[in-house]
């Protein structure tokens, strides 16, 4: 088969897929697909990439139904019969054709204090941190995250929980839990606690089956219900804002 | 529907749990109202059970031993993914899940 | 959302989970060696009535499991049926109250 049946999200929301016809290459990935669309066929077609290379995160589509780095899927995996489906990513507004607003992504990261809270000053010697220590390791295992959003598009709790804060934040936050120049983690427990947070989370483990850089934050967020159970009595007992 | 995003064993396994442990609480009323018969005493209760022997019944309650069965061994997946540290094995885990809940049906289909 | 609130309700349906864990597989066991050769209010009720170690088991089992489904059912109803708030909390309270007055009515009966 020398070419492809590809058929394309445009406008907003409540936009239509459109159908192309793109010739056929080794090694192409649907990312070659998308630019070839884009320079020779539809030069209205708006997407996102930045590297092409694998190392950020920003070219994030659903390929076939599933969210994926387009540059690092080869057409050859996915193009079931010659035929591909591309769309922006899910459980985000969608601004044009296939770019999402990520804003609601990174507020939530925000939310759940995915920032570090220093605590030594200038004067102070350098944080000893032993890395093979427990703390260390836990937070090791989730720190390679660079925000591509695909577990947040294939989570269905987000989908169906507006407020949920998602894996990608909660799994930031444990990182942070496990670090132990941290200051601030009173406020980041009681961020990531409750049904907005870690509690909303059912194990369907889509995130960890779908993250590009084989991160798991399902065992962050399981980390977060533990720990959140433990400080249970020092959680606000009031309404969150 | 991004169902193809959804075609993974731990996405299943909570499906099954879910849908299983509904179907348990929407039976439960039914049978906690079915033992109370016995208030009215050991006849009425008999009536029931007697009336609870027709290969229906017994098709439904085998369909409930296996939900049960399916959403304690769901439960107990649950509760190692979230409490004891973690290990990448967990897929295995709910294949033993579904393994113990089809045993317990048929266990349950021989005493029938 | 109430951070402690929601935490708490985790962490009770996680110790109901594990006391269910228990009752269920007792239930389990005990339904299938009282199912073989049939099933008749004489032998139930002959077995059941007086015994109070039963009883306090069946007491245990019901409490545990109005907690667990309410909780487990709130969940579903928020995520499913877009049910939340305070009347949504109120909803779930009721029927976890109805399901424990249901199941220990139900044990005055069979073990009274």
Redesign the interface.
């Known amino acids: 088969m020398t070419t492809l049946r590809v058929r394309v999200w445009r406008g907003g929301r409540d936009g239509r897929f459109e159908a192309f016809e793109v010739p056929r290459g080794q090694s192409q990935t649907v990312l070659d697909v998308v630019t070839h669309i884009q320079r020779h066929l539809d030069p209205t077609l708006s997407y996102r990439f930045a590297c092409r290379v694998g190392m950020c995160g920003s070219c994030a589509m659903t390929v076939n139904g599933t969210p994926r780095w387009t540059c690092r899927t080869h057409v050859d995996k996915v193009a079931k019969g010659g035929a591909l489906e591309i769309g922006p990513l899910a459980n985000l507004p969608v601004v044009k054709d296939l770019v999402c607003d990520m804003r609601d992504f990174f507020d939530k990261w925000a939310r759940a204090r995915g920032q570090f809270s220093p605590t030594a000053t200038k004067a102070d010697d350098f944080a000893r941190v032993r890395p093979d220590s427990r703390p260390r390791l836990e937070a090791d295992a989730g720190i390679e995250c660079i925000g591509c959003g695909v577990c947040y598009a294939a989570c269905d709790v987000v989908a169906w929980n507006r407020d949920y804060l998602g894996p990608a934040a909660l799994n930031r936050a444990w990182t942070l839990v496990n670090d132990v120049r941290d200051g601030g983690q009173g406020a980041r427990l009681a961020a990531v606690a409750g049904d907005a947070g870690c509690h909303a989370c059912h194990t369907l483990m889509s995130c960890t089956e779908h993250c590009p850089k084989a991160l798991s934050p399902t065992r962050a967020i399981s980390g977060l219900k533990r720990a959140t159970a433990a400080a249970v009595l020092s959680l606000p007992g009031d309404e969150s804002p | 529907?991004?169902?193809?995003?959804?075609n993974?064993p731990?996405?299943w396994a909570?499906l099954v749990h879910?849908l299983s442990?509904?179907a348990?609480?929407l039976f439960?009323?039914a049978?906690?109202?079915a033992?109370?018969?016995?208030?009215q005493g050991?006849?009425r209760?008999?009536e029931f059970?007697r009336w609870?022997?027709q290969p229906l019944v017994i098709a439904g309650e085998w369909v409930l031993?296996m939900l049960?069965?399916a959403h304690?061994t769901g439960?107990?997946r649950?509760?190692a993914?979230?409490?004891l540290p973690?290990r990448n094995w967990?897929k295995t885990l709910a294949a033993l899940a579904g393994g113990f809940a089809v045993a317990?049906g048929l266990?349950?289909l021989l005493?029938? | 959302m109430n951070p402690r609130r929601e935490a708490l309700l985790w962490v009770a349906q996680r110790a109901t989970a594990v006391v269910l864990a228990f009752c269920v597989l007792v239930h389990l066991a005990t339904i299938i060696y009282a199912v073989r050769g049939g099933l008749s209010a004489a032998e139930i009720l002959g077995r059941t009535r007086g015994s109070v170690a039963w009883a306090a088991f069946y007491v245990l089992f019901v409490v545990a499991v109005a907690i667990h489904g309410a909780i487990g059912l709130r969940a579903v109803a928020a995520e499913w049926l877009g049910l939340r708030g305070k009347s949504a909390e109120w909803l779930m309270t009721g029927v976890g109250c109805a399901l424990a007055v249901m199941g220990l009515r139900a044990v005055v009966a069979v073990f009274g």
């Open positions: 529907m991004m169902l193809a995003a959804r993974h731990a996405w909570f879910r442990g509904v348990l609480a439960l009323p049978h906690f109202l033992m109370g018969l016995a208030l050991e006849a209760l008999d059970l609870s022997e031993v049960l069965a304690l439960g107990l649950l509760l993914l979230e409490l973690w967990q317990s266990l349950f005493a029938r």
